[in-house]
């Protein structure tokens, strides 16, 4: 019965256990699948809980800049109402909303503090007197609630009131803002009206330096009138380059000095560093455009200006016999002292103005100036080339005699070049060397050029007046060699062509009668107009005999 007993209890275990172990695997499986399902909803929520942290940051980094661009609307209405003089604003007409109407005022107060005095002082006294007003306000709530003992109220009423009385001894806690507002508290009085101490101060030290400089050269200072007639003969000198008015001789004096420069510049350097420390920075583009209207005043008018004139005014005619020319002296000097004043301009003055309107109204005042001054040299340089090339033609018509041309003795002549053409050369040659040692730049070649076409007007012209034998020719053509040769110092491609097509006419002067056609259809001559060809042949003095008129026919 026992083993009856066991062995049915075998058969029931051998039929439960499967059934257990396939209960507990399922168990299993199934926490097995809801820990990947938690661990995905924790991942979820993690992602989720990011994302909304990111957008709270964007709201938060949209929603700052925008209250506070509300309050500064605000406030600028505010101080609109202020501007206009009548207070519409129910917050400083309702008792009840004194707390929130200190608080704007207090911050007026503040913007009004760094706005310029000259500008805003009506609006500044209105916030004054506001802020003091609601100053006894607040003092007489204060007094009223201490009597009540209401004590939260007093509390109240003196956190407003601490902006008052002890934000104006909050000079902060860094040592050099501490020191900059002791400073200012201290200078204020003299910081209001500084800027006129300077110009004034700058303005008796300018005169000064050239005063002490026309005083040590024993000059008095002519005066260059304006208006009326000096307007009108300015304008006919500049449009005819005519010497209006009687030459006078400045003795080789440029009245032009690179101490003084140096001087004046130094002094407007300094007064350019105490503008930019002591003035407040809104004013600070206007304030320096005042001290360089003060550098142009005495630098470029009462200095350049009037040596420009002056040396103009030395300048001889262009009929003066042995004049001295010392206005290209003048140049020199203007150039280096305009290098000097650019310079200055670029370091000391456009830091100060760079961001402000004031810059495109500096630069277009160093324009002018520059341009004024730079008319004045090229007028000056002109009317020097006009001399030189008198200069020159007096040479000529003093040693050029018309035998030298048309010799009486044809076989006893000496081929080389005449006496008229050395000194006319030797002359050339220092005028060339004056004007490089003058110049800089492109304004060298500029102005050897126009001398050199001038030269070579003159020679050509002078060649024109004479009358030339074979030999005679001969003798030209070794002068035009020598001029030639003189025009290349200029190292001027044109004045040099020109020269070279000046020699190749003089072959005209010589060539035997039956190459003479030959010779002007050749390289140098081809080009050049039939009636050119045809005056320097009509030079020969055997025109008319040799009948050399039928080649231009």
């Known amino acids: 019965q026992f083993l009856e007993v066991f062995s049915v209890h075998m058969e029931f275990l051998q039929f439960i256990i499967p059934l257990i172990i396939i209960v507990f695997y399922h168990q299993q499986i199934s926490s097995f699948v809801a820990f990947q399902h938690f661990q995905e909803l924790d991942e979820h929520i993690s992602y989720v809980a990011t994302k909304v942290c990111h957008l709270g940051d964007q709201l938060e ?5 925008r209250q506070r661009a509300v309050e500064a609307q605000k406030l600028m209405k505010y101080f609109n109402e202020f501007l206009d003089g009548e207070l519409k604003s129910d917050v400083f007409k309702n008792a009840e909303k004194i707390k929130e109407a200190a608080d704007i005022i207090q911050k007026l107060h503040l913007i009004a503090q760094e706005l310029p005095f000259d500008r805003f002082s009506e609006v500044k006294s209105k916030i004054a007197s506001k802020y003091h007003d609601l100053e006894c306000q607040l003092i007489q709530e204060f007094t009223n609630a201490q ?13 407003v009131l601490l902006h008052f009385k002890l934000m104006e001894f909050n000079l902060g806690t860094d040592k050099q803002t501490f020191l900059s507002k002791l400073i200012k508290c201290i200078f204020i009085s003299y910081l209001e009206n500084y800027i006129e101490v300077e110009i004034g101060y700058l303005k008796s030290r300018s005169a000064m330096i050239l005063q002490r400089y026309y005083d040590s050269k024993n000059h008095q200072k002519r005066s260059i009138g304006t208006g009326g007639i000096q307007d009108l003969k300015e304008r006919i000198r500049l449009r005819t380059n005519l010497p209006l008015g009687p030459s006078i001789d400045t003795h080789g004096e440029t009245f032009l000095s690179q101490e003084v420069v140096v001087n004046l510049l130094q002094e ?3 007064a350019f560093e105490r503008c930019h420390r002591l003035s407040d920075p809104s004013d600070l583009p206007r304030n320096a455009f005042r001290i360089f209207t003060v550098l142009v005043e005495f630098l470029c008018i009462e200095h350049i200006d009037y040596a420009l004139e002056t040396g103009l005014a030395g300048i001889p005619s262009s009929d003066s016999k042995n004049a001295n020319l010392y206005f290209l002296d003048v140049v020199q000097q ?20 760079s961001s402000s309107p004031k810059l495109s109204e500096c630069l277009q005042k160093k324009k002018d100036i520059i341009e004024q001054m730079e008319m004045k040299l090229d007028t000056g340089i002109d ?28 076989n006893n002549v000496l081929i080389q070049y005449t006496n008229a053409c050395v000194k006319v050369c030797g002359y050339v040659r220092k005028q060339v060397e004056k004007i490089r040692n003058s110049m800089d730049g492109k304004n060298v070649d500029t102005v050897l050029m126009e001398f050199g076409v001038r030269f070579h007007r003159l020679i ?21 060699a020598e001029y030639r040769k003189c025009a290349k110092d200029f190292k001027i491609p044109l004045v040099l062509q020109l020269f070279d097509t000046l020699h190749a006419l003089c072959n005209l002067l010589v060539v035997a009668p039956d190459n003479l056609k030959q010779v002007c259809s050749g390289e140098q001559l081809a080009n050049l107009d039939k009636n050119i060809l045809h005056s320097f042949v009509q030079l020969r003095a055997d025109y008319r005999s040799a009948r050399l008129a039928r080649h231009f026919s």
């Open 61 to 65: 980094g949209v929603n700052t800049p």
């Open 147 to 159: 009597k009540r003992g209401e004590i939260s109220r007093m509390r109240e009423v003196a956190a």
């Open 268 to 270: 407007t350097k300094q």
């Open 334 to 353: 203007a150039n280096t002292i305009f290098h000097l004043f650019d310079k200055q301009f670029n370091d000391h003055l456009m830091p100060l103005i």
């Open 383 to 410: 009317r020097t080339l006009n001399c030189m090339v008198g200069q020159m033609k007096h040479i000529l018509t003093a040693e050029q005699k018309k035998t030298d041309f048309k010799p009486e003795d044809e």
């Open 460 to 480: 050509y012209e002078h060649l024109q007046q004479y009358s030339y034998s074979c030999m005679g020719g001969m003798l030209a053509i070794c002068d035009v």
